[in-house]
T-cell receptor
Framework: GDSVTQMEGPVTLSEEAFLTINCTYT??????LFWYVQYPGEGLQLLLK?????DKGSNKGFEATYRKETTSFHLEKGSVQVSDSAVYFC?????????FGTGTRLTIIP | DAGVTQSPTHLIKTRGQQVTLRCSPK?????VSWYQQALGQGPQFIFQ???????QRGNFPDRFSGHQFPNYSSELNVNALLLGDSALYLC?????????????FGSGTRLTVV
């Protein structure tokens, strides 16, 4: 079945540092890929998505590229802010349902 | 434009009881999916409803059941609650014909079983 393997956390960075959160997947066919963010006490917010190979999703300075050859969708940001502190989930959509990774807790220190 | 609305926000139930959670989808959406998120884990798919019928179901026992109403709102029912059912329950809505636009999630209902 479908599965998502996500870089384990927690991850702690200083403000303005470079961020990478690794995500790899296993799926049949050609799934769409997503990054969701969850702030404390809240539901999930869509951060970015990519629907086919070599697509790059981007939003709020975050980027991720759909790499079919390595089955990866790593999340990157060039300069993180304190407000980026949250839990990040990589997910794939196959057969009308989302399959999530276990999440990576990110803490940014001023 | 209201997003996905879930009620109640928090709930405490006793083991063996039954619970009903409610979800109103985003305006214009016709499909509702339910997810269970245990503490420290990613959400797990429970089931999806479209046109008042269950289209797909994840690996959850029959104690978990649902319903979708003509106005597209939905309920999740859990019978014979177990301590392990304690989790954040998330509702997500979408428009089936525009499925590639992704899902909109509500803030969830935090269920605690004691």
């Amino acid at each position: 079945g479908d599965s998502v393997t996500q870089m384990e956390g927690p991850v702690t960075l200083s403000e303005e540092a470079f961020l990478t959160i690794n995500c790899t997947y296993t799926a049949t066919g050609y799934p769409s890929l997503f990054w969701y963010v969850q702030y404390p006490g809240e539901g999930l917010q869509l951060l970015l998505k990519a629907t086919k190979a070599d697509d790059k999703g981007s939003n709020k300075g975050f980027e991720a590229t759909y790499r079919k050859e390595t089955t990866s969708f790593h999340l990157e940001k060039g300069s993180v802010q304190v407000s980026d502190s949250a839990v990040y989930f990589c997910a794939l959509k196959g057969n009308e349902k989302l399959t999530f990774g276990t999440g990576t807790r990110l803490t940014i220190i001023p | 434009d209201a997003g996905v609305t879930q009620s109640p926000t928090h709930l405490i139930k006793t083991r063996g009881q039954q619970v009903t959670l409610r979800c109103s989808p985003k305006s214009g959406h016709d499909t509702v999916s339910w997810y269970q998120q245990a503490l420290g884990q990613g959400p797990q798919f429970i089931f999806q409803y479209y046109e008042e019928e269950e289209r797909q179901r994840g690996n959850f026992p029959d104690r978990f059941s649902g319903h979708q109403f003509p106005n597209y709102s939905s309920e999740l029912n859990v019978n014979a609650l177990l301590l392990g059912d304690s989790a954040l329950y998330l509702c997500a809505s979408s428009l089936l014909v525009l499925r590639e636009r992704g899902y909109t999630f509500g803030s969830g209902t935090r269920l605690t079983v004691v």
